[in-house]
């Protein structure tokens, strides 16, 4: 199947600094890409679409100017989670959805994010 | 947006026994319904899926049942193993766009 990979696994960082997290599809070109956050023992939730070459879809209640991504190829989104704050410690899930294999999305592994 | 509501939050099975989650859903237009089972700390793996146009489907000993017309879908699960505990989750979209995720289930397949 396809594979999805995320860098890093796990972050650490100091409150106030800025972290990007990679998404890559590894054999495939992905159209699009979706970021999620989940907290423990919660659901995910979609925090925004990315498409490549355009910009990001964010949902409501998603600061766009806190969570930048950007989805410069086929093979790569980045989210950037800026001045980071202790609330914004969480579970970071891309995945990446493939236009022409149906309608399956795959999940990269996730990032723990901990913000000191 | 689509609302994607799930049951049970938690779900105890004796081993060999059934299990059955059930998922509604609010926007008319989703017509891609994927099931996904999350270990602890791990990625969730889709498992299931069911689209509009199919009113039930099997793999083995797990299949998915939708209702259109009441907008909901269920997952049952037979003859359920240990190692099927995990959390489920149900998630719908319309095709190619935002996959909205229900609330989750925590299934445990007691021995």
């Known amino acids: 199947g396809a594979v999805v990979s995320q860098h890093p696994s796990r972050v650490i960082c100091k409150s106030g600094t800025s972290v990007k997290i990679e998404c890559r599809s590894l054999d495939f070109q992905a159209t699009t890409m979706f970021w999620y956050r989940q907290f423990p023992k919660q659901s995910l939730m979609l925090m925004a679409t990315?498409?490549?070459?355009?910009?990001?879809?964010?949902e409501q209640g998603v600061e766009k100017d806190k969570f930048l991504i950007n989805h410069a190829s086929l093979t790569l989104s980045t989210l950037t989670v800026t001045s980071a704050h202790p609330e914004d410690s969480s579970f970071y899930i891309c995945?990446?959805?493939?236009?022409?294999?149906?309608?399956?999305?795959?999940f990269g592994p996730g990032t723990r994010l901990t913000v000191t | 947006g689509e609302n994607v509501e799930q049951h049970p939050s938690t779900l105890s099975v004796q081993e060999g026994d059934s299990a059955v989650i059930k998922c509604t859903y609010s926007d008319s237009a989703s017509n891609y319904f994927p099931w996904y089972k999350q270990e602890l700390g791990k990625r969730p793996q889709l498992i299931i899926d069911?689209?509009?146009?199919?009113g039930e489907k099997k793999d083995q000993r797990i299949a998915v049942t939708l209702n259109k017309t009441a907008k909901h879908f269920s997952l049952h699960i037979t003859e359920t193993q240990p190692e099927d505990s995990a959390v489920y989750f149900c998630?719908?979209?319309?095709?190619?766009?935002?996959?909205?995720f229900g609330t989750g289930t925590s299934l445990t397949v007691i021995p």
């Open positions: 069911i689209r509009s146009n199919v």
């Open positions: 995945s990446a959805y493939l236009a022409t294999g149906g309608d399956e999305q795959y």
């Open positions: 990315s498409n490549e070459g355009s910009k990001a879809t964010y």
């Open positions: 998630a719908a979209s319309i095709t190619g766009n935002q996959f909205y």
